[in-house]
């Protein structure tokens, strides 16, 4: 008789039961009141009995509703609860990640989400923005920030994003030193440079152009760039979306 039996009948009945209102049932259960009445019509005319007794006023259920109700509850939380389980570890992620990435608050963020949607996951995580190759032993993954093509290595890299960037400084500098026209003009004015990534050497720009600039503060952070920018320390080449914020 299961086979002429649909599962969505017996969670009607149920639900129905439970809230002596087709309604109420239908609200839980996020369909329309028609759809539970017609799946409880079915399924009486397919048991060829009477599971609820309707009235203008009430609704109670006979005893082969309260029969069939008490029967079918454990097997319908047993499938839920098996359901449940598979969906939480079946395709979840789980297990240690260990990560490096720059120190970007929007990285960061990204990776509370991450963490927040795969609650199996431990994280260590290290922020570094130009990790040295023979250091990453024991390092599942290594997100990394450069400027210009990769240098030969034996990493597996793969170009995830690509960031405009543009030259920025503060109105008083600019005041200060000149608006900088030509890329002559900019090697004579002080700028902010990278540490470790090709030395803080050369800039880049558009069609292949080359550019060593003046710098007396040099870090490997953005943050920190970024704030020298504004203390008027320097020019610097910050991505589009870091400026201003």
């Known amino acids: 008789m299961i ?3 649909e599962l969505q009948w017996l969670l009607s009945f149920q639900a129905v039961y439970e809230h002596l209102s087709f309604k109420r049932a239908a609200e839980q259960l996020q369909l329309p009141t028609s759809n539970v009445s017609r799946h409880v019509a079915l399924l009486e005319q397919q048991l060829n009995l009477r599971l ?3 009235t203008t006023r009430k609704m109670v259920a006979t005893s082969a509703g309260k029969q069939l109700y008490h029967s079918i509850r454990p097997l319908t939380q047993a499938m839920d609860d098996a ?5 939480m570890h079946g395709e979840s992620l789980s297990g240690h990640l260990k990560l490096i990435m720059p120190d970007l608050p929007f990285m960061a963020e990204i990776m509370a989400d991450f963490c927040l949607q795969h609650p199996q996951i431990q994280l260590s995580c290290d922020t570094q923005l130009n990790p040295a190759e023979g250091l990453l032993d024991g390092f599942d993954l290594v997100l990394r920030f450069g400027r210009g093509p990769l240098e030969d290595s034996g990493w ?3 170009e995830l994003i690509r960031w405009p960037s ?4 503060t109105p008083q500098l600019v005041q200060q030193h000149g ?3 030509s890329l002559e003009a900019l090697s004579k004015a002080p700028c902010i440079t990278t540490l470790s990534i090709l030395q803080g050497m050369p800039w880049r720009f558009k ?3 080359k550019l060593q600039v003046r710098s007396a503060f040099k870090v490997n952070s953005g943050q920190m760039a970024k704030a020298a920018v504004r203390k008027g320390l320097g020019f610097a080449i910050l991505p589009r979306h870091a400026w201003p914020g």
């Open 83 to 87: 359901l449940e389980e598979v969906s």
């Open 166 to 169: 543009c030259v920025v400084a």
């Open 52 to 54: 609820l007794e309707r």
């Open 207 to 209: 069609g292949d152009q």
């Open 3 to 5: 086979e002429n039996v």
């Open 179 to 181: 608006y900088p026209c």
């Open 156 to 158: 597996i890299a793969k």
